[in-house]
């Protein structure tokens, strides 16, 4: 039926992307990770060239499925949960099932799941790919910043400490589609990741905010809309 149909699709998304590492695996882990993470951007890509804005849609909703828990007492609602927050209260006398206790470590193994694919793509695939002029390099880019922004709207705190990374990116000359949605979903990340940042830097901001304002008056629709959102992020931190 229908529920198990999802929950195939969901189990088969886990063990690809998000399962722990194997150490007997083919080569060492940072190989293994960087396979999982080219894998999972080339398929946001072939779903970008294709204009499937839905599919990521569903994409995103596989994402979220993955990192919730839910709660047998909600009508099947699902509840996004951090690793550190504490379980629900069980009815007297109960207790987790097992099924639940099982949702709830995967969880937790999707929340550093997710950290590593951020930290790899952007200490990684980032800085070799803007460093590369090549056609096939500058769509994975593109992949990269889709694919991160996908996991920002999941789980923003991981792409806290790259935001300075990400700024020099709301910076490049826009000479075509692929620059206008390396610009858009940098200011969408940022815009996530701005409210959560601890003590940041005012010339960090006021970089920020210059940026944002120059795209503002420069850029087409699309752009103007995400800078106008990531800049209210950005005020209420000044």
């Known amino acids: ?33 960087m396979k999982r993470v080219l894998n999972l951007v080339d398929v946001v890509s072939e ?13 995103e909703q596989l994402f979220s499925a993955l990192v919730s828990v839910q709660n047998s007492g909600n009508s099947g609602s699902s509840v996004l949960r951090d690793e550190n927050m504490t379980a629900p209260n069980t009815p007297s006398g109960g207790g987790e099932s097992g099924e639940q206790e099982a949702q709830r470590a ?44 996908l996991l920002s709207r ?14 020099p990116y709301l910076n490049i000359r826009s000479t075509n589609a692929s620059d206008n949605q390396i610009i858009n979903n940098a200011a969408r990340i940022l815009e996530c990741v701005v409210p959560l940042l601890h ?28 800078c106008i959102s990531c800049l209210g992020s950005v005020v209420n931190r000044l």
Not at 7 to 27: C, M, N, Q, R
Not at 47 to 59: E, K, Q, V
Not at 123 to 144: F, G, H, M, W
């Open 1 to 33: 039926d229908e529920e198990n149909i999802r929950k195939l699709v969901i189990d088969h998304f886990y063990t690809l992307w998000f399962a722990p590492l194997s150490s007997g695996g083919s080569g060492p882990r940072s190989e293994q990770l």
């Open 47 to 59: 779903l970008n060239a294709a204009n499937a804005g839905n599919s990521l849609d569903i994409f």
């Open 106 to 149: 995967r969880a937790k193994e999707v929340h550093r799941s997710c950290k590593q694919i951020v930290d790899c793509l952007v200490e990684n695939v980032l800085n070799t790919e803007a460093n590369t002029s090549s056609p096939q390099a500058y769509k994975r880019l593109v992949a990269c910043f889709t694919t991160l922004y």
């Open 154 to 167: 999941i789980k923003p705190e991981n792409l806290v400490s790259h935001a300075e990374t990400l700024l």
């Open 199 to 226: 003590s940041p830097s005012n010339s960090f901001l006021i970089s920020l905010e210059e940026s944002l304002c120059k795209l503002i008056f420069q850029g087409g629709m699309l752009i103007v809309s995400s």
